[in-house]
């Protein structure tokens, strides 16, 4: 056993004996070498009695580590992620005939990856009003599929010309280099169709008690298709198996003073204890014709009206295993929503449109333009023309013919006579739907869960100046008068109880020459 002989530790925990676990399947060392495979000479591995550049384990070293880093993910920079599969436990063959749904009990293997925006790596998993995230990839015989969700079943714009805006307003200052309250809240009062998603930010909603228990929406309205070509309008969920959780302000405040690797800690820990992370997959199907209703079912800041669909069980993903290495598998992972396989169309709308760009350019920038050859992105069966590239290049299609078409052999597509001929065009409005936003604050929250959001909300904009709070107060009448009245109560009360500055308490200074 690893455990210590000496003491008993009661708090130990799977991430902290990683190193032993290491250990206990490795009784015996090997031999070091450097990068080229040299073996390293025991007196190198002390650079202070060696010339310096005859020192090749130095220079090996020091050369590699002062180029480890590549660019994080411009979004959801922090997160982890684990191996598993995804098994099909319900025939939902009448509504897509993509390979991997075909069989009840039929599993396809996955690499999924759980992620909080606006934090860095280093930075508090516990932060609020931050998005997660839960992403999966589907390594099926038809290539990749990859659903990328958060955990709000909506999202903050339609229009994506707010992509740069929103990350910006939530973002540090570019003067003070401090997220900006001030900015958050300028944002949602020029932009309120962003409330509705930001309610359920602020609400039990946007803080689960670990990423086991965030559920998770991909949020666009897909089209399906099955072999005889009808096509139904859909939108994925993925339910945790534990059910959502939440963490209380107070709660997340103590976990976050001595560990800000909650979320990745407990996510590693209940793997190795076999406590498998467990989604239900599922899809509410729109029942009507889609070209005969007034409700846009396409549009990512709404939620579907009771009675417009029905809620069809898919199957489950179980990740039951934990990665090798972070930085190769999760760091290099590259999930994007436009991976989607026969059966499953694009969805329509410039949201999706701009996303098929981003992630790709996005992607060539972090991984390189050969993302898709890195061992964790590799699809089971990949064959085409492109060639060369910055490594990894794998076989680079060997001695095939580097063009399409040829006459000598080369790979050719295929024909699927029932996919949709032509891709969905959908008129988008600039309409704001400040209802729905009514709707969550009066019929998903009960009176504490309201007042835990307006706490939150009024906690994040406390420091915010008088005039920007009243007009943020007036968009709040508009969505409902309680909000309103709620969060100017709050607000006031909480500036009266709480002055920041005088939450740092003085200390004694210490003497700067403690020996003198
Ligand atoms: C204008 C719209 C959007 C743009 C431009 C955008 C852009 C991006 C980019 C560039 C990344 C990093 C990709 C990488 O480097 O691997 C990313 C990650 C992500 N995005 Fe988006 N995004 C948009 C909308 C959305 C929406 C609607 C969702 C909701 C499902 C979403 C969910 C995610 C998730 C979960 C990740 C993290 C993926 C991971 O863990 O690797 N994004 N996004």
């Keep these: 056993s690893h455990r210590s002989d000496i003491l008993t530790i009661n708090n130990e925990d799977n991430a902290t004996s990683q190193l032993f676990d290491y250990r206990d399947s490795h009784p015996d060392a090997q031999l070091l070498t450097i990068s080229t495979g040299q073996p390293v000479y025991v007196s190198d591995t002390n650079s202070l009695d060696t010339n310096l550049l005859s020192n090749s384990f130095l220079i090996d070293s020091i050369f590699h580590a002062v180029n480890a880093r590549i660019p994080a993910r411009e979004v959801f920079p922090k997160g982890t992620g684990g191996f598993g599969y995804f098994e099909v436990t319900n025939n ?20 999924a990856r759980v992620a909080t925006s606006q934090i860095l790596s280093g930075g508090n998993d516990l932060r609020t009003l931050a998005a997660r995230g839960l992403s999966v990839k589907f390594y099926t015989e038809e290539g990749n599929l990859d659903l990328l969700g958060i955990g709000t079943p909506v999202y903050f714009y339609r229009d994506p ?3 740069r805006e929103l990350f910006h307003a939530l973002s540090r200052n570019p003067k003070t280099d401090v997220t900006d309250p001030t900015a958050s809240m300028d944002f949602i009062i020029l932009n309120p169709i962003a409330l509705h998603t930001f309610l359920w930010a602020f609400s039990d909603f946007g803080l689960p008690r670990g990423y086991r228990h965030l559920n998770s929406f991909p949020i666009h309205t897909f089209q399906l298709y099955n072999k005889d070509g009808e096509s139904s309008f859909v939108r994925f969920k993925f339910l945790s198996s534990l059910g959502y959780k939440s963490f209380s302000l107070k709660e997340a405040a103590a976990i976050s003073g001595f560990d800000t690797d909650f979320f990745n800690r407990d996510f590693y820990n209940a793997i190795e204890q076999k406590k498998y992370p467990t989604w239900n997959l599922e899809m509410d199907v729109w029942l009507g014709c889609i070209d005969q209703t007034d409700f846009d079912l396409f549009d990512p800041t709404r939620i579907w009206p009771n009675g417009t669909y029905e809620t069809v069980p898919i199957g489950r993903v179980v990740l039951n295993q934990t990665v090798t290495n972070h930085f190769a598998q999760i760091e290099q992972a590259a999930f994007n929503p436009v991976n989607l396989v026969p059966g499953i169309r694009h969805p329509p709308g410039k949201l999706f449109q701009i996303r098929v760009l981003a992630y790709t350019l996005a992607q060539r920038n972090r991984l390189g333009v050969n993302s898709d050859k890195i061992e964790v992105n590799c699809p089971l069966y990949a064959n085409n023309y492109n060639r060369d590239g910055q490594p990894p290049i794998g076989e680079n299609g060997e001695d095939a013919p580097s063009y399409y078409p040829n006459s000598f052999n080369g790979p050719e597509p295929y024909d699927d006579p029932a996919r949709p001929k032509k891709d969905l065009v959908i008129k988008e409005e600039s309409v704001v739907h400040l209802e729905d936003s009514r709707r969550f ?9 309201k007042q835990r959001l307006v706490d939150l909300m009024a906690m994040t904009f406390i420091r ?3 005039t920007l709070q009243e007009r943020f107060i007036e968009l709040l009448q508009k969505v409902d008068s309680d909000l309103a009245k709620r969060y100017r109560r709050t607000l006031e009360r909480l500036n009266r109880t709480i002055n920041l500055p005088d939450l740092v308490e003085e200390v004694n200074p210490l003497n700067p020459n403690p020996f003198q």
Aim: proline content about 3%; charged content about 20%.
């Design 92 to 111: 939902v063959t009448k509504y897509t005939k993509a390979k991997l749904f075909e069989q009840i009990g039929k599993q396809t293997p996955v690499v």
């Design 464 to 466: 915010v100046n008088g």
């Design 161 to 163: 010309l707010l992509f």
């Design 441 to 449: 604050y009066n019929e998903v929250l009960c009176d504490t869960q």
